[in-house]
């Protein structure tokens, strides 16, 4: 059965810091997600990284994928407030199914 | 990419009655998913919604208390089904894109069962 693990669970740092999310999958994938959800609110998009390798940056946000090591990470440069959020990372399961990983609370402080 | 709107936004329902999810997707999507979202926790699935026939469950979720229906591409319902306040949740409808990988979520419905 698939599992899926963040670390870390909660992150306090300062603005203009860099620091790094990391997401582990027990079982072999191709793809992993990346989203983020703000307080009440539903999930949204960052990332689909579809193969071995694979890079995507969007500003200050950047993930990769390293499918032999089974693992993911989503790197923060030069954090801001407006990047306060949750960050969950999710792979597929049999059938298609995302499984989530416990997801990662990130407070930026100024 | 999919836009997924769910109702009602919210509902505060008595222990012992039901309500119905409904999810509305704006193309055609080959799957479509119902996630359970416990106060301060990650996202747990519940079912795999199929179309034209039943649901596919996850472990710890049955049909009983959790009907799904699916009567086309675009459309989903989830009911809970004799509340109690162990349910109170914020329940999410998912969709994968037919074109691509990408899965979107609805908003979510919050739950509350007093």
């Known amino acids: 059965e698939l599992k899926v693990e963040q670390n870390p669970l909660f992150l306090s740092m300062q603005e203009g810091k860099n620091y790094t999310i990391y997401c582990n999958y027990s079982t072999t994938s191709d793809r992993l997600y990346w989203y983020r959800q703000d307080p009440g609110k539903s999930l949204e998009s960052l990332f689909v990284?579809?193969?071995?390798?694979a890079v995507k940056q969007e500003g200050r946000l950047m993930a990769s994928l390293d499918t032999k090591a089974r693992l993911s990470t989503l790197h923060i440069t030069a954090a801001v407030h407006d990047l306060s959020a949750t960050y969950f990372c999710?792979?597929?399961?049999?059938?298609?199914?995302?499984?989530f990983g416990q997801g990662t609370t990130l407070q930026v402080k100024p | 990419s999919a836009v997924i709107s769910q109702k009602p936004s919210r509902d505060i329902c008595q222990r012992g009655t039901s309500l119905t999810i409904q999810c509305q997707v704006d193309?055609?999507?080959?799957?479509m998913f119902w996630y359970r979202q416990q106060p301060g926790q990650s996202l747990t699935l519940i079912a795999t919604a199929n179309q034209g026939s039943e649901a596919t469950y996850e472990s710890g979720f049955v049909i009983d208390k959790f009907p799904i229906s699916r009567p086309n591409l675009t459309f989903s319902t989830l009911t809970v089904s004799n509340m109690s306040p162990e349910d109170s949740s914020i329940y999410l409808c998912?969709?994968?894109?037919?074109?691509?990988?990408?899965?979107?979520f609805g908003p979510g419905t919050r739950l509350t069962v007093t």
């Open positions: 990284l579809l193969s071995n390798g």
């Open positions: 998912s969709a994968r894109d037919r074109d691509s990988y990408e899965q979107y």
């Open positions: 999710a792979a597929p399961g049999n059938t298609g199914k995302l499984i």
């Open positions: 193309s055609q999507v080959t799957m």
